[in-house]
């Protein structure tokens, strides 16, 4: 069993900021790709930022240069730099990881969810 708890969100005003934690725990023999994903009411899910277990990043169009993952290996933790936040950022916010379990099953794990509200 692998379980990704979240933490960070909360209510901000426009052009503020906030950092969503996920952290992952259980059977995790490794992590590969970590990722954070938003859904907004009566919206699909929809990727706002992957980091590979190496690095590499990857972004929608609408977060880049305003968001910023990273993650700590050693913590299986990834985080989300959120800045400059607008009111059409909020969702909740869902991560996302792939994990190989110690007994090598690969998983793909989702965390329960954090809302962000950015109002004024």
């Known amino acids: 069993q692998v379980q990704l708890v979240e933490s960070g969100g909360g209510l901000v005003q426009p052009g503020g900021s906030l950092r969503l934690s996920c952290a992952a725990s259980?059977?995790?023999?490794?992590?590969?790709?970590m990722g954070w994903y938003s859904q907004a009411p009566g919206e699909q899910r929809e990727l706002v930022a992957t980091?590979?277990?190496?690095?590499?990043?990857n972004y929608a169009d609408s977060v880049k240069g305003r968001f910023t993952i990273s993650r700590d290996n050693a913590k299986n933790t990834v985080y989300l730099q959120m800045n400059s936040l607008k009111p059409e950022d909020t969702a909740v916010y869902y991560c996302?990881?792939?994990?190989?379990?110690?007994?090598?099953?690969?998983?793909?794990?989702w965390g329960q969810g954090t809302q962000v509200t950015v109002s004024s």
């Open positions: 980091i590979t277990s190496y690095g590499f990043t």
């Open positions: 259980g059977s995790i023999f490794s992590i590969n790709t």
């Open positions: 996302n990881a792939d994990v190989k379990t110690i007994a090598r099953v690969i998983m793909n794990s």
